[in-house]
């Protein structure tokens, strides 16, 4: 089955650094790949997704990146800001309703 | 968009107890689905409900330990057995957008402690 890696674990930048999360998964059939934000006490959520007929999607500061032939995913966070503090969660969806979520990265934005 | 609710939003159980979590959507789903994510961890599946059929289960959880019901198409409850401090998690309910179903929707969770 889809097996989905994520790193860095922590991420700990300065404010109005840069971010960067990345993926990898394991069955190239998957084809939907979303980002979740996880913040203290709530469930995930949705931040930015990506299809595979995509190689990158850019939302204000936030984007993702695709590699279909090296099934690569990364999302980049741009002047990032204390806010963004928070456990991030990439995930691969192969059709149907089965997401598989990598293990997390908790990123610490410092003021 | 769809907006879930969830009760209790934690609790703290003795060993060999039960709790059932409620769930409920402010709209009509067709499948509303039950994670568990254990702490410091990622999100679990742990099975799926749908109304008027039993619940599909994922590989390593059974109904027996987590007995689910789906009586309407915008409630289900997850009962977590004989709890163990194992069992200690965040429970999580989620639902995808409908028509649409690109888009997951998480509940906010249930903080469950054993002791």
């Known amino acids: 089955g889809e097996n989905v890696e994520q790193h860095p674990s922590t991420l700990s930048v300065q404010e109005g650094d840069s971010a960067v999360i990345k993926c990898t998964y394991s069955d190239s059939a998957s084809n939907y790949f979303p980002w979740y934000k996880q913040e203290l006490g709530k469930g995930p959520q949705l931040i930015i997704d990506i299809r595979s007929n995509v190689g990158e999607k850019k939302d204000q500061r936030i984007a993702v990146t695709l590699n279909k032939t090296a099934k690569h995913f990364s999302l980049h966070i741009t002047e990032t800001q204390p806010e963004d503090s928070a456990v991030y969660f990439c995930?691969?969806?192969?059709?149907?309703?089965?997401?598989?979520f990598g293990a997390g990265t908790r990123l610490f934005v410092k003021a | 968009s769809a907006v879930i609710s969830q009760k209790p939003s934690r609790d703290i159980c003795q060993r060999g107890t039960s709790l059932t979590i409620q769930c409920q959507v402010d709209?009509?789903?067709?499948?509303m689905f039950w994670y568990r994510q254990q702490p410091g961890q990622s999100l679990t599946l742990i099975a799926t409900a749908n109304q008027g059929s039993e619940a599909t289960y994922e590989s390593g959880f059974v109904i027996d330990k987590f007995p689910i019901s789906r009586p309407n198409l915008t409630f289900s409850t997850l009962t977590v057995s004989n709890m163990s401090p194992e069992d200690s998690s965040i429970y999580l309910c989620s639902v995808f957008g409908e028509p649409s179903t690109d888009t997951q929707y998480f509940g906010p969770g249930t903080r469950l402690t054993v002791l």
């Open positions: 995930a691969a969806r192969l059709g149907g309703f089965k997401t598989i």
């Open positions: 709209s009509q789903v067709t499948m």
